[in-house]
């Protein structure tokens, strides 16, 4: 599965370029959905998942599947 359309280039949170190769649309602990970085994700989002959130490439747009050991950047 990949990505559908234009690939985003900035973090709907904190407004930064994805510099880490990916980049998360997931649902948020306040509610609505977000494309976000990971350490935005770490600090907001829910999970991954059907229902949660998936990892894309930020090149390919293609899904990223298995394990995801986030690493929070300051």
């Not at 948020?28 to 229902?51: I, R, S």
Request: aromatic share 14%; with cysteine.
């Amino acid at each position: 599965m990949s990505w559908f359309g234009k690939l985003p280039h900035l973090c709907d949170l904190c407004h930064q370029d994805f510099t880490d190769g990916h980049f998360v649309d997931g649902k948020t602990k306040y509610g609505p959905w977000a494309t976000m970085c990971c350490a935005c994700h770490y600090w907001n989002g829910v999970g991954f998942g059907e229902g949660l959130g998936q990892k894309y490439d930020i090149k390919t747009g293609e899904r990223l599947v298995g394990e995801f050991d986030e690493e929070v950047v300051e």
